[in-house]
T-cell receptor, first 109, second 112 residues
Framework: RKEVEQDPGPFNVPEGATVAFNCTYSNSASQSFFWYRQDCRKEPKLLMS???SGNEDGRFTAQLNRASQYISLLIRDSKLSDSATYLCVVNDNFNKFYFGSGTKLNVKP | DVKVTQSSRYLVKRTGEKVFLECVQDMDHENMFWYRQDPGLGLRLIYFSYDVKMKEKGDIPEGYSVSREKKERFSLILESASTNQTSMYLC???????????FGNGTRLTVT
């Protein structure tokens, strides 16, 4: 079983739609959680950290469910510029970061 | 803002060449990483360094070595490049392990 699993998509949505991605992790002792955005042939860029109480940054909301061992990312009012691959990253508070395979989002006009 | 700089965006090398990939960070981070990213395989850790001259093997260290002579610089060395080392190479750094990784802009290496 992979340490971090994501639905690879692609998710094809119209502009203005709300879309949600989930990411499950296998290590219940995992400490830190992050969502990254990666554009084609570019480096991953931090979108947001995920906190236990959930957190929001503009149109983006991230949540953590420790009981079920998953994190989620909700994007409201999707823009064309949101088209990218979204990676979830989990850290066990040592030197190991575990990466999901990424979920591809296509926002269509 | 943390800046992680990789020396080359694109590189083309021949099989058997020795290849150096350089990475510099400007935030005094102790911890630095080298990953490679391949379609279908995701990001895989090659080497990790937690201090000057200190290093640990990651998941796929074979065919690679690293050097960390100064805190801000972490170099990845391909001792004898092979075609299966064609990949996107990403350097990253963090101060503490509950912090997010800060990635460099990547080096796309092609070995012919």
């Amino acid at each position: 079983r992979k340490e971090v699993e994501q639905d690879p998509g692609p998710f094809n949505v119209p502009e203005g739609a709300t879309v949600a991605f989930n990411c499950t992790y296998s290590n219940s002792a995992s400490q830190s959680f992050f969502w990254y955005r990666q554009d084609c042939r570019k480096e991953p860029k931090l979108l947001m950290s995920v906190y236990s109480s959930g957190n929001e940054d503009g149109r983006f909301t991230a949540q953590l469910n420790r009981a079920s061992q998953y994190i989620s990312l909700l994007i409201r009012d999707s823009k064309l510029s949101d088209s990218a691959t979204y990676l979830c990253v989990v850290n066990d508070n040592f030197n190991k970061f575990y990466f999901g395979s990424g979920t591809k989002l296509n926002v269509k006009p | 803002d943390v800046k992680v700089t990789q020396s080359s965006r694109y590189l083309v090398k021949r099989t058997g060449e020795k290849v150096f990939l350089e990475c510099v960070q400007d935030m005094d981070h102790e911890n630095m990483f080298w990953y490679r990213q391949d379609p279908g395989l995701g990001l895989r850790l090659i080497y990790f360094s937690y201090d000057v001259k200190m290093k640990e093997k990651g998941d796929i260290p074979e065919g690679y070595s690293v050097s960390r002579e100064k805190k801000e610089r972490f170099s990845l060395i391909l001792e004898s490049a092979s075609t299966n080392q064609t990949s996107m190479y990403l350097c990253a750094s963090i101060r503490e392990f509950d912090s997010p990784l800060h990635f460099g802009n990547g080096t796309r290496l092609t070995v012919t």
